[in-house]
């Protein structure tokens, strides 16, 4: 049996920030990206229900240099794989 697979707050932030920001269905978001549908909806779901910053526990949150170099890393995505901006 293959060991669990564990994915970056980044990442995860990043592929929600497919669905939320850029419009791309779930199904669409997940194939791009090489995961299941289901978990990239219940990270959606965790994230919009978070109040207080706190999703993906584990993780601090990110700062300003952070957050740009994780928008420019998606930014940078998108111009190399142009149709439909998949990453």
Do not use: H
């Amino acid at each position: 049996m293959e060991p669990r697979k564990q994915y970056t707050k980044e990442f995860k932030l990043d592929a929600i920030s497919l669905v939320l920001d850029q419009e791309f269905t779930i199904a669409e978001a997940a194939r791009s990206l090489e995961i299941r549908a289901n978990m990239l909806g219940r990270w959606v779901k965790e994230n919009q229900a978070d109040n207080n910053g706190q999703a993906f526990r584990g993780n601090e949150k990110l700062t300003p240099e952070q957050e740009e170099i994780r928008r420019l890393k998606i930014e940078n995505k998108q111009l190399k794989c142009p149709e439909r901006n998949l990453i």
